[in-house]
């Protein structure tokens, strides 16, 4: 399947990969708090530095990850004609599947969340979506986290997409290459 299209959900004028995408099939799920508390979130070395979509896709930008030590992260996405954007992030675990937490330090202070994988030296990313969460008011990250263990099977999870779909494939940028 084809990578969709990105699209701010609450402002046009925004580049970041995981908040710039308005999917087509819906919309990704912004909380008022994280999976969990960032000082027990993991730390995972092998996402930092730079990402760009695979040959395959027609989709221009780049995501970087980088750290000042420990497990938080600071992402920032670049895409041509945009000013470079930064989000505060970090990584959990739930049922065996790993999620970026990422804040929106703006306007809205929401978290989004991707699930993501890396295999093959690629990044896979693709955004929780809203149409689980629309009925339902969690009080707390360990609400949240106990519905998305229950549904890491389920493709509205991901609007719609099935176990092996992808928003997006990344490549690393390897540096002066």
């Known amino acids: 399947m084809k990578p969709r299209s990105l699209r701010p959900p609450w402002r046009l004028s925004r580049p970041f990969l995981l908040a710039a995408a308005l999917l087509l099939a819906g919309c990704p799920y912004g ?11 993991l730390v995972d070395a092998s996402l930092l530095g730079t990402w760009k979509p695979s040959a395959e ?6 995501l ?5 030590g420990g497990a938080v992260l600071t992402v920032t ?11 505060p992030a970090f990584v959990s675990a739930v049922g065996g599947e790993l999620f970026l937490n ?10 989004y969340f991707a699930n993501y994988r890396l295999d093959g030296g690629r990044l896979r990313l693709r955004l929780v979506d809203d149409e689980l969460f629309e009925s339902q008011v969690l009080p707390g990250a360990a609400e949240l986290r106990a519905v998305l263990q229950r549904h890491l099977e389920d493709p509205r999870l991901y609007g719609g997409q099935g176990a092996e779909e992808w928003d997006w494939v990344l490549e690393r940028v ?3 290459g």
């Not at 970087?64 to 000042?68: L, N």
């Not at 990422?102 to 978290?111: F, M």
């Open 77 to 87: 996405a670049d895409s041509p004609g945009e000013e470079p954007a930064s989000y």
């Open 64 to 68: 970087s990850f980088s750290s000042a």
């Open 31 to 41: 909380s008022e708090f994280p999976l969990g508390d960032s000082s027990e979130a």
């Open 102 to 111: 990422l804040r929106d330090a703006g306007e809205s202070g929401l978290w």
């Open 57 to 62: 896709s027609e989709e221009h930008f780049t």
């Open 174 to 176: 390897i540096p002066g």
